[in-house]
Protein backbone atom coordinates (compact mmCIF):
# COMPACT_ATOMS: atom_id res chain seq x y z
CA UNK A 1 0.00 0.00 0.00
CA UNK A 2 2.74 2.46 0.39
CA UNK A 3 4.56 1.77 -2.79
CA UNK A 4 2.05 4.23 -4.96
CA UNK A 5 2.21 7.11 -2.40
CA UNK A 6 6.55 6.64 -2.69
CA UNK A 7 5.80 6.83 -6.58
CA UNK A 8 3.23 9.34 -6.42
CA UNK A 9 5.99 11.56 -4.36
CA UNK A 10 8.91 11.17 -6.85
CA UNK A 11 6.95 12.04 -9.61
CA UNK A 12 6.47 15.43 -7.79
CA UNK A 13 10.03 16.07 -7.67
CA UNK A 14 11.07 19.69 -9.28
CA UNK A 15 14.86 20.84 -10.69
CA UNK A 16 17.39 20.73 -8.43
CA UNK A 17 19.54 23.84 -7.40
CA UNK A 18 22.38 22.43 -10.12
CA UNK A 19 19.96 22.52 -12.93
CA UNK A 20 18.57 25.87 -12.16
CA UNK A 21 22.38 27.19 -11.96
CA UNK A 22 23.11 25.81 -15.40
CA UNK A 23 19.52 27.02 -17.13
CA UNK A 24 20.32 30.24 -16.02
CA UNK A 25 23.76 30.35 -17.14
CA UNK A 26 23.17 29.29 -20.53
CA UNK A 27 20.32 31.92 -20.97
CA UNK A 28 22.39 35.04 -19.87
CA UNK A 29 25.36 33.31 -22.59
CA UNK A 30 22.56 33.50 -25.24
CA UNK A 31 21.03 37.20 -23.53
CA UNK A 32 24.05 38.50 -23.82
CA UNK A 33 25.07 37.53 -27.66
CA UNK A 34 21.92 38.73 -28.05
CA UNK A 35 22.45 42.28 -27.22
CA UNK A 36 25.70 42.09 -28.36
CA UNK A 37 24.51 41.61 -31.53
CA UNK A 38 21.94 44.40 -31.42
CA UNK A 39 24.71 47.08 -29.92
CA UNK A 40 26.71 46.01 -32.73
CA UNK A 41 24.55 46.74 -35.14
CA UNK A 42 23.26 49.92 -33.55
CA UNK A 43 26.43 51.38 -33.34
CA UNK A 44 27.60 50.22 -36.68
CA UNK A 45 24.27 51.50 -38.34
CA UNK A 46 25.36 54.90 -36.90
CA UNK A 47 28.93 54.74 -38.29
CA UNK A 48 27.27 54.17 -42.32
CA UNK A 49 24.67 56.59 -41.60
CA UNK A 50 27.27 58.91 -40.83
CA UNK A 51 29.51 57.95 -44.04
CA UNK A 52 25.94 58.33 -45.87
CA UNK A 53 25.43 61.90 -44.47
CA UNK A 54 28.95 63.03 -45.46
CA UNK A 55 28.53 61.45 -49.13
CA UNK A 56 25.43 62.98 -49.41
CA UNK A 57 26.79 66.55 -48.37
CA UNK A 58 29.94 66.27 -50.57
CA UNK A 59 28.45 65.26 -53.60
CA UNK A 60 25.78 67.76 -53.56
CA UNK A 61 28.86 70.59 -53.74
CA UNK A 62 30.36 68.34 -56.28
CA UNK A 63 28.21 68.38 -58.53
CA UNK A 64 27.12 71.91 -57.82
CA UNK A 65 30.80 73.18 -58.65
CA UNK A 66 30.81 71.15 -61.94
CA UNK A 67 27.77 72.40 -63.23
CA UNK A 68 29.04 76.09 -62.24
CA UNK A 69 32.37 75.13 -64.39
CA UNK A 70 30.61 73.92 -67.33
CA UNK A 71 29.00 77.75 -67.38
CA UNK A 72 32.26 79.15 -67.09
CA UNK A 73 33.28 81.73 -70.06
CA UNK A 74 29.74 81.93 -71.25
CA UNK A 75 28.19 84.07 -72.94
CA UNK A 76 32.08 85.37 -73.97
CA UNK A 77 32.70 88.61 -76.13
CA UNK A 78 32.27 87.18 -79.26
CA UNK A 79 28.74 86.26 -78.33
CA UNK A 80 28.29 89.57 -77.46
CA UNK A 81 25.43 91.77 -78.98
CA UNK A 82 27.13 94.69 -78.53
CA UNK A 83 29.66 95.67 -81.67
CA UNK A 84 32.07 97.83 -80.44
CA UNK A 85 32.74 94.76 -77.78
CA UNK A 86 32.76 92.12 -80.53
CA UNK A 87 35.15 94.50 -82.64
CA UNK A 88 37.37 94.14 -79.85
CA UNK A 89 37.76 91.08 -78.51
CA UNK A 90 40.92 89.99 -78.19
CA UNK A 91 43.21 87.55 -77.66
CA UNK A 92 44.37 88.33 -74.17
CA UNK A 93 42.05 89.88 -71.95
CA UNK A 94 44.18 91.75 -69.75
CA UNK A 95 44.52 94.26 -72.92
CA UNK A 96 40.56 94.51 -73.06
CA UNK A 97 39.17 96.77 -70.19
CA UNK A 98 35.76 96.79 -71.59
CA UNK A 99 35.69 93.57 -72.87
CA UNK A 100 36.38 92.06 -68.94
CA UNK A 101 34.29 94.25 -67.26
CA UNK A 102 31.35 94.28 -69.47
CA UNK A 103 28.64 92.84 -67.41
CA UNK A 104 26.97 90.87 -70.68
CA UNK A 105 30.39 88.91 -71.29
CA UNK A 106 31.82 85.74 -68.71
CA UNK A 107 35.72 86.10 -69.27
CA UNK A 108 35.60 82.15 -68.06
CA UNK A 109 38.66 81.60 -65.20
CA UNK A 110 40.24 84.50 -63.32
CA UNK A 111 42.13 82.72 -60.74
CA UNK A 112 42.95 79.59 -60.05
CA UNK A 113 45.20 78.44 -56.90
CA UNK A 114 44.81 75.18 -55.20
CA UNK A 115 42.46 76.82 -52.52
CA UNK A 116 40.65 79.21 -54.40
CA UNK A 117 38.75 79.59 -58.13
CA UNK A 118 37.28 82.52 -59.41
CA UNK A 119 35.38 82.48 -62.86
CA UNK A 120 32.68 84.26 -64.60
CA UNK A 121 29.41 82.49 -66.61
CA UNK A 122 25.49 82.69 -66.70
CA UNK A 123 25.26 79.48 -64.20
CA UNK A 124 21.08 79.30 -63.66
CA UNK A 125 20.22 79.93 -67.27
CA UNK A 126 18.87 83.17 -66.80
CA UNK A 127 21.80 84.72 -69.15
CA UNK A 128 22.50 86.80 -66.26
CA UNK A 129 26.26 86.62 -66.14
CA UNK A 130 27.75 85.67 -62.74
CA UNK A 131 31.04 85.88 -60.49
CA UNK A 132 31.48 82.78 -58.72
CA UNK A 133 34.03 82.42 -56.18
CA UNK A 134 34.67 78.78 -54.54
CA UNK A 135 37.56 79.01 -51.44
CA UNK A 136 38.78 77.19 -49.06
CA UNK A 137 38.46 78.84 -45.32
CA UNK A 138 40.72 77.45 -42.27
CA UNK A 139 38.52 76.88 -38.73
CA UNK A 140 39.21 80.48 -37.92
CA UNK A 141 37.50 81.17 -41.04
CA UNK A 142 40.96 82.85 -42.49
CA UNK A 143 41.65 82.58 -46.04
CA UNK A 144 44.14 81.74 -47.31
CA UNK A 145 43.80 79.04 -44.76
CA UNK A 146 46.71 78.97 -42.29
CA UNK A 147 46.11 78.00 -38.77
CA UNK A 148 44.26 74.51 -38.83
CA UNK A 149 41.53 72.23 -40.10
CA UNK A 150 38.19 70.90 -39.95
CA UNK A 151 37.89 73.71 -42.61
CA UNK A 152 35.40 74.81 -44.94
CA UNK A 153 34.70 75.13 -48.59
CA UNK A 154 32.75 78.50 -48.98
CA UNK A 155 30.67 79.19 -52.81
CA UNK A 156 29.68 82.69 -53.18
CA UNK A 157 27.75 83.75 -56.36
CA UNK A 158 27.05 87.55 -57.55
CA UNK A 159 26.08 89.05 -60.77
CA UNK A 160 28.65 90.67 -62.86
CA UNK A 161 28.65 94.64 -61.67
CA UNK A 162 25.73 96.18 -63.98
CA UNK A 163 28.18 99.48 -63.82
CA UNK A 164 30.10 98.11 -66.65
CA UNK A 165 33.75 99.22 -64.80
CA UNK A 166 34.55 96.76 -62.07
CA UNK A 167 37.39 94.12 -63.41
CA UNK A 168 36.70 90.13 -63.00
CA UNK A 169 38.84 90.37 -59.98
CA UNK A 170 37.44 93.22 -57.64
CA UNK A 171 33.97 91.82 -57.70
CA UNK A 172 31.95 91.35 -54.84
CA UNK A 173 31.62 88.28 -52.73
CA UNK A 174 28.16 86.98 -50.95
CA UNK A 175 29.34 83.29 -49.66
CA UNK A 176 26.30 82.18 -49.00
CA UNK A 177 26.52 78.26 -49.48
CA UNK A 178 29.36 75.97 -47.42
CA UNK A 179 30.44 72.48 -46.94
CA UNK A 180 32.08 72.05 -43.63
CA UNK A 181 34.45 68.84 -42.06
CA UNK A 182 37.24 69.80 -45.02
CA UNK A 183 40.79 68.13 -43.82
CA UNK A 184 42.72 68.46 -47.05
CA UNK A 185 44.52 71.43 -47.44
CA UNK A 186 47.57 70.78 -48.98
CA UNK A 187 49.81 72.88 -51.64
CA UNK A 188 51.88 70.30 -54.24
CA UNK A 189 55.63 71.76 -54.12
CA UNK A 190 59.09 71.14 -51.91
CA UNK A 191 60.11 67.33 -52.29
CA UNK A 192 56.73 66.01 -51.50
CA UNK A 193 54.13 65.29 -53.66
CA UNK A 194 52.36 67.13 -51.65
CA UNK A 195 53.20 69.98 -49.56
CA UNK A 196 52.09 69.11 -45.98
CA UNK A 197 48.60 70.65 -45.53
CA UNK A 198 47.16 71.91 -42.26
CA UNK A 199 47.09 70.15 -38.69
CA UNK A 200 43.58 68.57 -38.08
CA UNK A 201 42.19 70.07 -34.60
CA UNK A 202 41.86 67.63 -31.57
CA UNK A 203 43.05 64.07 -30.20
CA UNK A 204 41.65 60.12 -30.71
CA UNK A 205 39.68 58.44 -28.22
CA UNK A 206 42.88 57.39 -27.27
CA UNK A 207 45.22 60.44 -27.01
CA UNK A 208 46.50 59.99 -30.43
CA UNK A 209 46.53 63.11 -32.16
CA UNK A 210 44.00 64.07 -34.78
CA UNK A 211 46.38 65.11 -37.73
CA UNK A 212 49.00 62.51 -36.89
CA UNK A 213 46.66 59.52 -36.91
CA UNK A 214 44.42 60.60 -39.64
CA UNK A 215 48.02 61.31 -41.82
CA UNK A 216 48.16 57.59 -41.75
CA UNK A 217 45.85 57.81 -44.39
CA UNK A 218 47.49 58.50 -47.90
CA UNK A 219 47.39 62.17 -48.29
CA UNK A 220 44.39 62.90 -45.99
CA UNK A 221 45.39 65.84 -44.53
CA UNK A 222 47.82 67.17 -47.51
CA UNK A 223 45.70 66.85 -50.98
CA UNK A 224 45.18 69.80 -52.72
CA UNK A 225 41.51 70.92 -52.72
CA UNK A 226 41.68 72.21 -56.29
CA UNK A 227 44.10 71.04 -59.17
CA UNK A 228 43.91 72.08 -63.02
CA UNK A 229 45.08 70.30 -66.26
CA UNK A 230 45.51 71.37 -69.38
CA UNK A 231 44.12 69.44 -72.82
CA UNK A 232 46.61 66.36 -72.96
CA UNK A 233 45.90 66.10 -68.97
CA UNK A 234 49.20 67.30 -67.55
CA UNK A 235 48.83 69.34 -64.50
CA UNK A 236 48.65 72.97 -64.52
CA UNK A 237 51.35 74.50 -62.34
CA UNK A 238 49.01 77.08 -60.04
CA UNK A 239 48.12 79.78 -59.56
CA UNK A 240 47.34 81.50 -62.03
CA UNK A 241 45.58 85.16 -62.33
CA UNK A 242 44.27 86.81 -65.21
CA UNK A 243 45.77 90.01 -64.34
CA UNK A 244 49.03 88.54 -65.83
CA UNK A 245 49.63 88.33 -69.24
CA UNK A 246 51.02 84.90 -69.30
CA UNK A 247 48.24 83.22 -67.09
CA UNK A 248 45.80 84.64 -68.93
CA UNK A 249 46.19 83.01 -72.13
CA UNK A 250 46.50 79.67 -69.69
CA UNK A 251 43.06 80.35 -68.36
CA UNK A 252 41.20 82.11 -71.13
CA UNK A 253 42.72 79.59 -73.78
CA UNK A 254 42.56 82.04 -77.14
CA UNK A 255 43.96 80.53 -80.41
CA UNK A 256 47.52 82.01 -79.56
CA UNK A 257 48.07 79.53 -76.42
CA UNK A 258 49.97 76.44 -76.99
CA UNK A 259 48.42 74.95 -73.72
CA UNK A 260 45.79 76.03 -71.32
CA UNK A 261 43.23 74.99 -68.31
CA UNK A 262 40.45 72.50 -69.49
CA UNK A 263 39.92 70.82 -66.76
CA UNK A 264 39.41 71.48 -62.72
CA UNK A 265 39.41 68.64 -60.34
CA UNK A 266 37.81 69.26 -57.07
CA UNK A 267 39.08 66.85 -54.48
CA UNK A 268 37.27 67.11 -51.05
CA UNK A 269 38.33 64.77 -48.03
CA UNK A 270 35.69 64.81 -45.50
CA UNK A 271 35.38 64.14 -41.17
CA UNK A 272 32.81 63.12 -39.72
CA UNK A 273 31.69 65.54 -36.67
CA UNK A 274 34.19 64.94 -33.07
CA UNK A 275 31.16 64.76 -31.28
CA UNK A 276 28.13 63.21 -32.95
CA UNK A 277 30.01 61.23 -35.86
CA UNK A 278 32.57 59.08 -33.77
CA UNK A 279 31.87 55.37 -34.27
CA UNK A 280 31.68 54.04 -31.10
CA UNK A 281 32.75 50.29 -32.18
CA UNK A 282 35.96 51.55 -33.22
CA UNK A 283 36.21 54.93 -31.58
CA UNK A 284 37.48 56.41 -35.00
CA UNK A 285 35.58 59.74 -36.94
CA UNK A 286 34.62 57.93 -40.05
CA UNK A 287 36.30 59.92 -43.20
CA UNK A 288 34.81 59.77 -47.17
CA UNK A 289 36.75 61.54 -49.97
CA UNK A 290 34.62 62.87 -52.80
CA UNK A 291 36.41 63.39 -56.05
CA UNK A 292 34.41 65.65 -59.38
CA UNK A 293 36.30 66.93 -62.42
CA UNK A 294 34.64 69.65 -64.70
CA UNK A 295 35.80 69.99 -68.38
CA UNK A 296 35.56 74.05 -69.67
CA UNK A 297 33.39 73.61 -72.02
CA UNK A 298 33.26 77.36 -73.51
CA UNK A 299 37.48 77.31 -72.93
Given at each position: ?KK??????????????????????I?????????????T????????????????E??EF????????H???????????T???????????????????Y????VG??????T???F????DG?????S?????V?K???????T???C????S????????N?A????????????Q????S????G?A???G????T??????A??S?Y?????T??D????Q????????????????V??DS?????E?????????????I???A?A????????????V???????????N
Amino acid sequence: MKKPAQLSISLQTGFSLLELVLVCAILSIVLAAVFTGISTTVQRSQAEQTKVDLTQEGREFVDEFERDLHQAGYPNCRMSGTALLAAACPADFSTNTLGEQYSGTAVGLVYVSNTKVIFEGAVDGSGTVYSIQYRLVDKDNNFPPTTACPCTLQRSEVAKNPANNVAPWAQGTNFSQELQNVVNSGVPGGTAQYGGGLPITGNTQWGATNSAYYAAVTTFKDYPVFQAYDQSGNIVQLPRDLTVSADSQLLTCEISSITCIKSIRLTINLLANATTGTDLQTNVRPVTTMVGTARLVNN
